[in-house]
Nanobody, 122 residues
Framework: QVKLVESGGGSVQPGGSLRLSCVASGHTFESNTMWWYRQAEGKEREVVARMRNYGDTGTIADSVKGRFTISKDNNNNALHLQMNNLKPEDTGVYRC???????????????WGKGTRVTVSS
């Protein structure tokens, strides 16, 4: 059974940093495309970052480029999202998702974590 578990969310003041992690089990991690999504209250879910399979360096959404970075640790089956210089508009529930193979952002993940909450406020 595939399982994704996020961690690292919390409350932080504007300008602060958080590091989110998504630990995967039950599937071949390296062969999967993985995404980070976020959803604020009253807004639709959006893609924040994507990491494709087999050596991809990752892609960051324009809205967070220069502040967020995506990385993966194949040895530990973990996907990370480093978030720096956080802004109030970054507030929301962050979820990771995965799908076996090489996909673009039109794909819907087959596997989802339950999410971790990020709150940015003064």
């Amino acid at each position: 059974q595939v399982k994704l578990v996020e961690s690292g969310g919390g409350s932080v003041q504007p300008g602060g940093s958080l590091r989110l992690s998504c630990v995967a089990s039950g599937h071949t991690f390296e062969s999967n495309t993985m995404w980070w999504y976020r959803q604020a209250e009253g807004k639709e879910r959006e893609v924040v970052a994507r990491m494709r399979n087999y050596g991809d360096t990752g892609t960051i959404a324009d809205s967070v480029k220069g502040r967020f970075t995506i990385s993966k640790d194949n040895n530990n089956n973990a996907l990370h999202l480093q978030m720096n210089n956080l802004k109030p508009e970054d507030t929301g529930v962050y979820r990771c998702g995965g799908k076996s193979g090489h996909w673009d952002d039109t794909a819907i993940p087959d596997y989802w974590g339950k999410g971790t909450r990020v709150t940015v406020s003064s």
